[in-house]
C-alpha cells in the first residue's frame, strides 16, 4: 500500500485535490469535526481544559474559536486533546484500507506533526495567493485572527513545497486539476 500525503496552504484546494486519486481518503478535517459533534470523550477533556469557553455538546465551532482568540496557549491545549485522537483514527483507516494500493492523507499538518513517513508519497498542492485568499474568505466560518493563529502553525509554504515528489498547481479548473492527478496517480503506480 502506498501512502500519498496531500499537502500545501490553507485553502488551496488539497481536499478537493484528494478526492479526485478515486482512492479512499482519510481527511482530518472532517475528522476533527467528527470529534467535535459525536465524540463525548473530546467534549470532557475540552471543558475539563477550556472550561470558560466549552459549554456543551456538541461541541460548536464558534467556541472553539472563542476559545483560541481568548487566550494564546489554547491553540496548544485543544491541539493537545485533538491530536492524539486523529492520529488513532487514521491509524483505524490504515488498516481498515491495507489492501488498498494507495491511500490518501488529507492532513493539513503533517509535515509539522511528523505524521509522514519516509515512504511517503507527497504531493504540494500550489495555487496563486489571490484565489486562495477568494476562496478562504468565503468560508462560512471564516475569522481572520483564527486563519492566521493556523498559519503560525505550518511550516513555511516553500519548505512543504521542496520535500513533495510532486506539485500539482491548483487554477480551480476541474479538468486541469484531475488530468495532473491522473498522470501523477500513473507516476505513482508504475514506480510501486
Keep these: 500500500m502506498i501512502r500519498v500525503a496531500v499537502v500545501g496552504d490553507i485553502g488551496s484546494g488539497k481536499s478537493f485535490a484528494a478526492k479526485l486519486f478515486g482512492y479512499p481518503v482519510f481527511n482530518a478535517d472532517n475528522e476533527v469535526s467528527y470529534l467535535y459533534k459525536k465524540n463525548k470523550k473530546c467534549y470532557n ?97 471564516y475569522d481572520e485572527k483564527i486563519m492566521r493563529k493556523f498559519k503560525k502553525l505550518q511550516l513555511p509554504v516553500e519548505l512543504k513545497k521542496k520535500k513533495s515528489d510532486f506539485i500539482i498547481k491548483n487554477n480551480f479548473k476541474v479538468n486541469d486539476v484531475k488530468k495532473n492527478v491522473k498522470n501523477i496517480t500513473k507516476k505513482i503506480l508504475l514506480h510501486a
Aim: proline share 4%; net charge positive.
Design 45 to 141: 477533556a475540552l471543558k475539563k481544559k477550556l472550561p470558560k469557553f466549552i459549554f456543551s455538546f456538541p461541541v460548536k465551532k464558534k467556541e472553539i474559536s472563542n476559545a483560541i482568540i481568548g487566550d494564546k496557549n489554547n491553540l496548544k491545549k485543544i491541539i493537545k486533546i485533538i491530536h492524539p485522537m486523529i492520529s488513532s483514527s487514521m491509524n483505524k483507516f490504515i488498516k481498515r484500507h491495507k489492501s488498498k494500493k494507495i491511500l490518501i492523507l488529507d492532513i493539513p499538518l503533517l509535515m509539522e506533526n511528523k505524521i509522514n513517513k519516509q515512504n511517503d508519497v507527497i504531493i504540494f498542492i500550489e495555487a496563486k495567493k489571490k484565489e486562495i485568499n477568494k476562496r478562504i474568505k468565503k468560508r462560512v466560518n
